[in-house]
């Protein structure tokens, strides 16, 4: 199925270090590798480290990082329950996720939206665990409860002493969502030049689209509800986390429905993954941890700027 040149190129980009690369060959066979004997190692394959950038694992996992917070926020929203043990396990410290229950949709349309964006992100999580087998990361801790009220306060959505709940209506579910799904379409477009593997790239490329998606769902159904207001709120607030750039938008512009956020180019912009770091940890200094990732994310690719 897969060329022996092509199998070394996964083997030497898929792990984060030579121990993953180490763990990633014995769990070969879960993508149909295990034919391939050791004859397709190069020499020094163990112990060689890229120079030119973050290796395809190290990026794969941290996309996975974001996987993991997407999917049991949409799972408790849909379904009043997370992740399942088996699906959580890795390396990594493993951590529990706080908060999270079912929401009371009054809208028939936006309960279908819900469900069918959680099963997307459950399908992610599983793809890429499969296709970085032992070298995948553990689910880190995950906060869905204070990290929404201190978000909301920093955007000034809510009062200093109030608190927001994202699963209380469907709403507060909206906005939520539009906190990750942006976040998550701009991750990915600045991930895709660090791969280098064009199985890899192809499948974060496929991700992408859909999270483009999903992105856009969400901000016309929050145009539709007539929230621009308070997401303009949010875009500004999550603006100022990620460095003296203006790229964020909200879901009008110039007075009219803005969808899609684009450049001049019709071109959406990208975000490193450290500054991704910056609005999920909810700090625009660079810390390893904080906001929705409590004790910070697994893998090499964890601190923000």
Do not use: C, W
């Not at 999917?71 to 529990?96: I, N, P, Q």
């Not at 071109?267 to 929705?292: C, E, H, M, Q, W």
């Amino acid at each position: 199925m897969f060329g022996k040149q092509l199998v070394t190129n996964m083997i030497q980009r898929s792990a984060e270090n030579a121990e993953d690369r180490r763990r990633f060959l014995l769990s070969a066979g879960a993508l149909g590798l295990g034919v391939v004997g050791a004859s397709v190692l190069p020499a020094g394959v163990a112990s060689a480290e890229t120079t030119s950038g973050p290796s395809d694992g190290a990026v794969l996992n941290f996309a996975l990082n974001l996987e993991y917070l997407e999917a049991e926020f949409y799972s408790h929203a849909v379904h009043g329950y997370g992740l399942t043990d088996s699906l959580t396990g890795g390396t990594g410290r493993k951590g529990g996720v706080t908060g999270g229950r079912k929401v009371p949709f009054k809208t028939r349309r936006i309960r279908q939206y819900a469900q069918e964006i959680a099963g997307d992100e459950l399908h992610h999580v599983k793809f890429l665990r499969t296709a970085l087998g032992s070298a995948a990361v553990s689910r880190p801790s995950i906060d869905l409860r204070s990290s929404f009220t201190a978000a909301a306060r920093a955007a000034k959505v809510i009062g200093s002493h109030d608190t927001f709940d994202p699963y209380a209506n469907e709403n507060n579910f909206l906005l939520a969502a539009f906190l990750f799904e942006d976040v998550g379409v701009t991750a990915y477009k600045g991930a895709a030049p660090l791969i280098t593997n064009k199985t890899y790239l192809e499948a974060a490329a496929g991700i992408l689209s859909v999270e483009a998606y999903h992105a856009a769902t969400i901000r016309s159904a929050l145009y539709e509800k007539g929230l621009s207001s308070t997401v303009a709120k949010l875009s500004a607030a999550r603006d100022s986390l990620d460095g003296a750039s203006d790229d964020d938008q909200g879901i009008t512009l110039g007075g009219v429905a803005n969808i899609v956020p684009t450049d001049s180019n019709g071109i959406t912009f990208s975000r490193s993954y450290d500054k991704v770091l910056n609005i999920v940890y909810l700090n625009p200094a660079k810390v390893n941890k904080g906001g929705f990732y409590p004790a910070g994310v697994n893998g090499t690719l964890n601190t923000s700027s």
